[in-house]
Nanobody
């Protein structure tokens, strides 16, 4: 099982920004597509973004385009998710998950991913 660890969450005011990181332990991330998901209290886990491990293609959930940027830092073996103009409705636990090579055909289907991190809490509040 692949080990993934998210970091970078915290309390931020509306309009602020955060950079979340997904770090791999014991394997090289650049072979894998990494998906970012989030789950608010009482809600289903929803897909946010995916970056392919094969060609670096990036994908964003339609409802979230424009405020999220996913990227790789191969030197640090991490995948980052930058979130801009944070809103209270962005409050959630954010998870990263791995899938071999390219992003799955259904990138927001959590069943496609076998390996998940424990999540990092993002709270947007004044």
């Amino acid at each position: 099982q692949l080990q993934l660890v998210e970091s970078g969450g915290g309390l931020v005011q509306p309009g602020g920004s955060l950079r979340l990181s997904c770090a791999a332990s014991g394997f090289t991330l650049d072979y894998y597509a990494i998906g970012w998901f989030r789950q608010a209290p009482g809600m289903e886990r929803e897909g946010v973004s995916c970056i392919s491990g094969s060609d670096g293609s990036t994908y964003y959930a339609d409802s979230l385009k424009g405020r999220f940027t996913i990227s790789r830092d191969n030197a640090k073996n991490t995948v980052n998710l930058q979130i801009f103009s944070l809103k209270p409705e962005d409050t959630a636990v954010y998870y990263c998950a791995a899938f071999p090579r390219g992003c799955p055909a259904a990138p927001w289907d959590t069943r496609e991913y076998d390996d998940w991190g424990q999540g990092t809490q993002v709270t947007v509040s004044s």
